[in-house]
């Protein structure tokens, strides 16, 4: 882990753990690190002191302690609004579908072609589908669309 000084171009100082520099930048790249304060994703690294070892003295000077302990930081927002609101409409969607529609499992190809030709009651239904299954599908005019996966189900 990785903890940088960050200031966003509205000059707000704060910072950030990260699991190493190569996803510091690709979070940034991506407009996932968002300013606490203001929610700005301009944001870059401060000027930072490396914390070195004196191998002089025995290690750090201590400094004193304060009086009073300051605030605790503002927590960092690892998704910006946007990404939180895109997450919020998956899980309306797959809620709404878990919700009204029938789980045909493995059956699913089979369930959707007799829907197509007829030979059943059309009615939402969802179920499991290979990548080969599904390309059959749309071959033959059928359309179908995948469930939407959580992030939080990859985790």
């Known amino acids: 882990m990785i903890r940088y000084d960050l200031v966003c171009d509205k000059d707000h100082a704060f910072d950030s753990w990260f699991p190493d520099s190569a996803a510091y930048e690709k979070l940034l790249a991506g407009g996932l690190v968002t300013c606490p304060h203001c929610g700005s994703a301009k944001v870059a690294k ?3 002191a ?3 070892k004196r191998t002089d003295k025995g290690g750090p000077p201590r400094l004193p ?4 302990a300051p605030a605790a930081p503002a927590p960092v927002a690892l998704l910006s609004e946007k990404e939180q609101q895109m997450r919020a409409v998956l899980r309306a969607v ?3 579908v878990l919700e009204n529609a029938e789980n045909v499992g493995e059956r699913f190809p089979d369930e959707a072609r007799r829907m197509h030709a007829g030979e059943t009651e059309e009615r939402a239904i969802y179920g499991d589908a290979s990548l080969e299954e599904v390309h059959a ?4 005019g059928i359309e179908v669309l995948p469930l939407p996966r959580l992030p939080e189900e990859g985790n």
Do not use: C, F, K
Not at 137 to 140: I, P, T
């Open 65 to 68: 302690v304060p009086a009073a």
């Open 137 to 140: 599908l749309h071959e033959e």
């Open 94 to 96: 797959r809620r709404h």
């Open 46 to 48: 401060a000027i930072m």
């Open 50 to 52: 490396p914390a070195v």
